[in-house]
């Protein structure tokens, strides 16, 4: 099967623009979650979905925001980038049944805020 | 709340010798509990997991880790450590928190082995 796949790879962004990063799901997992790893801060969740319900959110502000479609692709937005937002964000795919749970993780986009 | 500690930074240790990596975690209900590894340039690769059953999992590349329920730990562990082993390892809990399963991850180790 192919992995899970993240476009774009690379980004850079100003202040105050907006960015949208994609991801796709190993075929047949319908859970997907969304993560920020920063050199700071480590490994901090943003969000998750299945079946296109966000069912778990962290401690991000509303300007990051995500989306799952119907085929399990999930998309994450954040608007007003800030320098902060300077980030490798990964997002991971999953079975989420009661003998699974692991996820499997994307390459990531990085994302670069000037 | 849940969380997960990584209580070292870093871990050197001798080609050949047994490794560990420590993890404890706080968590209200039960938990599932993950070890993940991240080489230099490559994504977060699954290690190994608990779920339930046998509190000593064996997971990918000769590693295992064993689920101590009284003490709150998931150490990894490695028999004898290869110079490839090195690579960035994160320790995460899956639990129930507020009515949803929630995922968090430790800060993660930084594995050395020396030739």
């Known amino acids: 099967k192919a992995g899970v796949t993240q476009t774009p790879r690379y980004l850079i962004k100003t202040r105050g623009q907006q960015v949208t990063l994609s991801c796709s799901p190993i075929?047949?997992?319908?859970?997907v979650s969304w993560y920020q790893q920063t050199p700071g801060q480590g490994l901090q969740f943003l969000f998750e979905y299945f079946s296109e319900t966000q069912r778990n959110k962290g401690n991000f502000p509303g300007r990051f925001s995500g989306r799952q479609f119907s085929n399990s692709r999930s998309e994450m937005n954040v608007s007003t980038l800030e320098l902060g937002d300077s980030a490798l964000y990964l997002c991971a795919s999953s079975l989420v049944d009661q003998s699974s749970y692991e996820q499997y993780f994307g390459p990531g986009t990085r994302l670069t805020v000037t | 709340a849940q969380s997960v500690a990584q209580p070292e930074d870093q871990v050197n240790v001798a080609e050949g010798n047994p490794l560990t990596v420590k993890c404890t975690y706080s968590v209200s209900g039960n938990p599932y509990l993950f070890w993940y590894v991240q080489y230099p340039n490559r994504g977060l690769q699954f290690l190994l997991k608990y779920i339930t059953g046998d509190n000593l999992v064996k997971g990918s590349y000769g590693f295992e880790a064993e689920f101590n329920k009284s003490q709150t730990s998931f150490h990894l562990k490695k028999p004898s450590a290869l110079v490839s082993d090195s690579a960035l390892y994160f320790c995460a809990v899956r639990a129930l928190s507020g009515g949803y399963q929630k995922v968090t991850f430790g800060t993660g180790t930084k594995l050395q082995v020396i030739p």
């Open positions: 075929s047949g997992h319908r859970s």
